[in-house]
């Protein structure tokens, strides 16, 4: 086996774990949660920018209808700089 095809076991072995992790701990994907969230006011950027996650994230879910999961996505996303 080449080291290239180790490497490719160790991913999917990887990857196969943190599935399991995700299904039996009920851990949310932030990546998944905020994939195809609308897009987020400036007045939501401001109040993240400022540290106000709880106004944040109400004020998104007013403007935007997103459920908490699609709204907690979308705003670590904004976190990161995406």
Do not use: C, W
Not at 38 to 63: D, H, I
Not at 64 to 76: K, N, P, S, V
């Amino acid at each position: 086996m080449s080291e290239l095809d180790n490497l490719q076991a160790r991913v999917q072995e990887l990857e196969r774990r943190v599935d399991l992790l995700f299904t039996n701990t009920g851990a949310i994907d932030m990546e998944e949660a905020g994939r195809d969230a609308p897009e987020a006011s400036p007045e939501v950027q401001q109040l993240l920018q400022q540290g106000k996650l709880k106004k944040a994230a109400r004020l998104y879910m007013k403007e935007t209808g997103a459920d908490m999961f699609t709204t907690m996505g979308a705003l670590e996303k904004l976190r990161e700089g995406g």
